[in-house]
């Protein structure tokens, strides 16, 4: 199946880049799980079993919260910079 632009209108072009951009920010929310996943993971647990031991769910759960405060801090620069950028041209 062939998009032809000419026949799309603005109302679907919207709604096509709505779903577009959803599938894309869930896609960046499954890798930056994974991304903190396997760092903590791989940081906090010494010998895998079937079970963490009380000190590794601390571990992983500080390790997750360093993480995300991070990955804050980056996005919000990053989305600042972009205004900069944009306010420039």
Not at 56 to 66: L, N, T
Not at 78 to 86: G, N, P, T, V
């Amino acid at each position: 199946m062939s998009l032809d632009t000419q026949k799309i209108d603005s109302s679907q072009r919207q709604q096509i880049m709505a779903t577009v951009q959803q599938q894309l920010a869930i896609q960046h929310a499954q890798e930056l799980l994974q991304k903190l996943s396997d760092k903590c993971f791989k940081a906090c647990v010494q010998k895998p079993g079937s079970t963490l031991s009380s000190s590794e769910q601390k571990c992983i759960s500080q390790c997750s919260d360093r993480y995300m405060e991070a990955w804050n801090v980056v996005s919000r620069s990053y989305a600042d910079r972009i205004k900069r950028e944009q306010h420039r041209h």
